[in-house]
């Protein structure tokens, strides 16, 4: 029977890695035979199952009821029911048939939010192997209490946190947590300092990890919400989503054209009080001209923009699981990014083979395709250099239990990832496993144990034994009298061995030293000790998990687009700065911030974490709290941040972070589902692909928004300058609404096809204060609303002196802004280069739907039962040219614009 636990402690003050087992055990009133049955169910009831805290479940009417939270909406929803007021149905049925199309997407949008948390509680394994009063039980995972002592072996799940007892060869897969390629070995009789970070926790296990090798078993210490895993889930369920940039925008921008919006008509409706106008006609004419103001066709339109960004993306490896994330990624300041398979290609190669006292070889190729070569300093190897090497690669070959061979014409390995590695050495230099194995039988073995640290293997030839060792050269130099050389041998020099093996190390390799004897007379049925003496060290090989060709060029891309690129890892930092250091990201150790460094400067005052966060670009043996701290400290310096992610350890970033890039061969379902893109690829330089992407759709987004609000903003104009005057409104409200949604709607919903311009990656990301409506576009907004207003006035007014009837003047009136938009829209396909410049072919369906958008009107004009509700009718081609003449004025004005930025440097960040 155990004994009670003590009420007054929990995991995090009982810090099981730093106290020993007996220890640990007497504090969790456990024993070595473990728990009482009685005893475990009592816990079980007092302190629940051992399962992950579940969000609450978000219904489908608070999923439709979140898609009319925003500014735009609420404007839109006051002039639909305004305009049912006033029995305007056709302006209330458009606008409601708009917030239908746009809840509906935001409903599907959102209805993958409810999976996190539920990933990760998949995550959890389902059964468990316990002792309980001596005796070995299964029991369901969610059953296990903290006290239990569990047992684990090879390929397992293990069900909670667990301090190990006792382990014999055991390397657990901690990736889904830490981040690190290798699996971690496993000693359970040390006792570790209480700052030591998760990462190098060697005496736990944690919930959710596998279990690689080995088999172990050990106590219980936390079960449910207080397992690492269980702190990310509440991580998950507890943060807020963080609005992405292009919605943070567009609520500033809608809160800024509602109240200008309000205060135009305001000023008309006072004017025509002014003049004696009735109230009902006010208020008519105050709502036409807000309904027509309002750009009800924005929703829709971007909408369309966004989703042709989306398609593009996929054919760049970037699949958007959030609509508003196409453009989120274009606006990204920071990219935080993984190391691991991101940068890297998570495919641990042998980069060199250094022989003692005589140099290294460097052998080619990258990845697991065992194509490559071996040179030396001085070019091609001698016929010596290739004998040892021959000899080298024999013994990574039969000293080895992973397989690699070819089918389907491809290359498939199995096993151990050094072992593989070594395999595909030895293939690059013509040493071929099969015909290798079957020319050297097997006759005895000692497999590799993480505590005996390396790994031998005897085979014959026919005549002699030979046997074949590898492991860590500290274990293998005792065993070693002589070193090979090139045409022989000599005695070994320890000291040189070790000098060379550190430099490795501080380069960030993974070393392995392989060794080789032969057995004098006839070969033994086992390996015994007496036979592990005398060896001649052959060589080291140097390991690690290479860059991917594509990454230094990608991160360099993003310094010219003005993007500061972080890598953000679990492994050791010598190995993110070789990393670092390659892509131009670090050029001392010194300056790779460790999760210790984080740590120290944790507290309520974040200046001195954010000032260390600032000023440091690589960021190693992190942990996922650590990882979502840095997330914030980078937002709190007012960055757009995106952060890159593929297992349960990046979930708490993931979501902390404007834009959350997941993995898509690597990546666990959890780190997909927290998610708003998956990069198909696994490579960084897709994510800049997806930058550019969504710069592209930024742009042609403000394009359309320009076009929108510049001919809505003239079409107050047009009103004023007619109530000013004294003249009847110069168009109905029906013409209002044919004229935004119908002959512009094709206009904008086709600008949104706009291709990239081609200078996207030179320019810098747009400050993250900056509102969508800028300057520049306030600026010219206002002169091609003033020029557009003012010249449809003048008409309207010339038309109307001359006697012709109201109707016929409105109708020409209208002509003369559709014929407006046709021309501006071109106006709109670049902020800084000359619409001469640009081919009309490169957009068609921008030139078809300008064409179509006039032929549209044209065939209104001669449909007598169109005409008679629009009160239009045909007009001669003389006067059609009159008006298409002033039309082509508006083109003349913006390129004027245009030349005058470019010759006086105004604006010197604008798009050339």
């Known amino acids: 029977m155990g004994k009670e636990i003590d009420s007054n402690i929990t995991p995090e003050q009982v810090l099981p890695y730093a106290h020993s087992v007996k220890d640990v055990l007497d504090r969790y009133g456990s024993s070595y035979n473990g728990l009482g049955q009685s005893e475990a169910a009592l816990r079980l009831e007092r302190y629940g199952p051992n399962a992950l805290p579940e969000p609450a479940g978000t219904t489908l009417l608070q999923l439709i009821l979140r898609q009319f939270m925003s500014p735009l909406i609420y404007v839109l929803l006051v002039a639909a029911v305004i305009s049912l007021l006033l029995e305007e149905f056709a302006d209330a049925g458009f606008i409601f048939a708009v917030l239908v199309i746009n809840a509906v997407i935001g409903v599907i949008q959102e209805f993958h939010a409810q999976k996190s948390a539920e990933a990760l509680r998949n995550m959890v394994s389902d059964h468990a192997v316990v002792m309980r009063g001596g005796d070995t039980f299964e029991i369901g995972a969610d059953e296990l209490v903290s006290g239990d002592v569990v047992l684990l072996e090879s390929g397992g799940k293990v069900p909670a946190d667990v301090r190990l007892i006792h382990c014999f060869g055991l390397e657990v897969d901690e990736s889904l947590l830490t981040g690190e390629s290798e699996a971690v070995n496993k000693v359970s009789d040390t006792v570790l300092d209480p700052e030591t970070p998760m990462a190098d926790r060697i005496n736990m296990l944690f919930s959710g990890t596998i279990v690689a090798r080995g088999r172990g078993h050990g106590v219980v210490t936390a079960t449910g919400p207080q397992t690492e895993i269980g702190h990310l889930a509440q991580a998950l369920v507890s943060s807020e989503e963080v609005q992405a940039p292009l919605v943070q925008r567009m609520e500033k921008f809608t809160v800024g054209i509602a109240t200008a919006l309000g205060a135009v008509v305001l000023i ?157 050495m030895a293939h690059k230099m013509g040493v071929i496993q099969a015909p290798t194995q079957n020319s050297h039988p097997l006759l005895a073995r000692i497999p590799y144990e993480s505590e005996r640290g390396f790994a031998a293997s005897l085979h014959g030839d026919g005549t002699t034994a030979h046997l074949f060792v590898k492991g860590a050269l500290e274990q293998l130099l005792p065993m070693c009298s002589e070193a090979a050389l090139p045409g022989g041998s000599r005695p070994l020099d320890i000291e040189m061995a070790m000098s060379d093996m550190e430099k490795l190390a501080e380069q960030g390799y993974r070393t392995l030293a392989l060794a080789h004897a032969v057995l004098p007379g006839v070969p033994p049925d086992e390996i015994g000790h007496d036979h592990l003496k005398g060896l001649t060290l052959l060589g080291v090989v140097a390991m690690i998990d290479p860059l991917r060709m594509e990454s230094q060029a990608a991160v360099f891309a993003c310094q010219q687009a003005g993007i500061r690129t972080c890598m953000i890892t679990g492994d050791h930092p010598s190995t993110a700065f070789v990393i670092a250091r390659e892509i131009g990201l670090a050029e001392t150790v010194d300056q790779v911030v460790t999760g210790h460094d984080l740590k120290a400067l944790e507290g309520d005052d974040k200046r001195a974490f954010d000032e260390l966060v ?20 980078l937002q709190r310096a007012g960055h757009f941040v995106a952060v890159t992610g593929d297992g349960a350890n990046d979930a708490p970033s993931l979501t902390a972070a404007h834009v959350g890039v997941a993995m898509g061969r690597r990546g666990t379902d959890v780190a997909k589902e927290c998610s708003d893109l998956v990069i198909t690829d696994d490579n960084f330089a897709s994510i800049v692909a997806g930058v550019e992407e969504g710069r592209i759709v930024y742009r042609n987004i403000r394009k359309v928004i320009f076009l929108l609000i510049s001919t809505g903003a003239a079409e107050l104009v ?49 400050d993250p204060n900056e509102p969508i409506f800028n300057r520049i576009m306030i600026e010219r907004t206002l002169i091609s609303a003033a020029v557009m207003g003012a010249l449809a006035f003048l008409t309207f ?116």
């Open 268 to 424: 008309l409706a006072s004017i025509e009080f002014y003049n004696g106008t009735g109230w009902h006609e006010i208020f008519m004419v105050s709502v036409a001209l807000a309904v027509s103001a309002i750009p009800e066709g924005l929703p829709v339109a971007l909408t369309v923009a966004l989703a042709i960004g989306m398609n593009r993306m996929s054919r760049r490896n970037v699949i958007i699981r959030r609509l508003v994330a196409v453009e989120s990624l274009g606006s990204c300041t920071v990219i935080a990014s993984d190391k691991t398979g991101t940068l890297t290609l998570n495919q641990l190669t042998v980069r060199k083979v250094v022989v003692p006292g005589c140099g290294e070889w460097e052998i080619t190729g990258e990845g697991d395709l065992p194509e490559g070569g071996a040179i030396s300093s001085t070019g091609s190897l001698s016929a010596e250099e290739e004998l040892l090497l021959e000899k080298v690669c024999q013994t990574a070959v039969l000293c080895n239990e992973a397989a690699l061979s070819k089918r389907d014409g491809g290359w498939v390995t199995h096993g151990d990832a050094v072992d593989v590695a070594l395999l595909i």
């Open 614 to 633: 600032a000023n440091s670009n690589v960021f190693a043996r992190v942990e996922p709290g650590q990882k979502a701290e840095i997330v914030r400290s």
């Open 718 to 766: 047009l009103f004023f300058l007619s109530l000013l005057a004294g003249l009847p409104l110069p168009l109905t409200a029906v013409q209002l609404l044919w004229l935004n949604l119908v002959t512009n709607g094709i206009q904008d919903v086709a600008l949104a096809f706009e291709p990239g311009e081609g200078n996207e990656m030179k320019q810098p990301p747009r």
């Open 797 to 912: 007014q010339y038309l109307f002196s001359l006697g012709m009837e109201l109707e016929t003047a409105r109708n020409s009136t209208l002509l003369l802004m559709v014929l407006f938009e046709n021309v501006h829209v071109f106006n709109c396909r670049s902020e800084g280069r000359s619409a001469f410049l640009h081919n009309p072919l490169r957009n068609r369906l921008l030139l078809f739907g300008t064409l179509t958008a006039q032929l549209v009107h044209i065939g209104a004009m001669y449909w007598p039962a169109l005409g008679e509700i629009l009160h239009i009718h045909p007009v001669s081609l003389d006067h059609w040219f009159d008006l298409l003449t002033i039309a082509l004025s508006m083109l003349m004005v913006m390129e004027l614009h245009k030349w005058l930025h470019r010759q006086w440097g105004i604006y010197s960040k604008l798009p050339e």
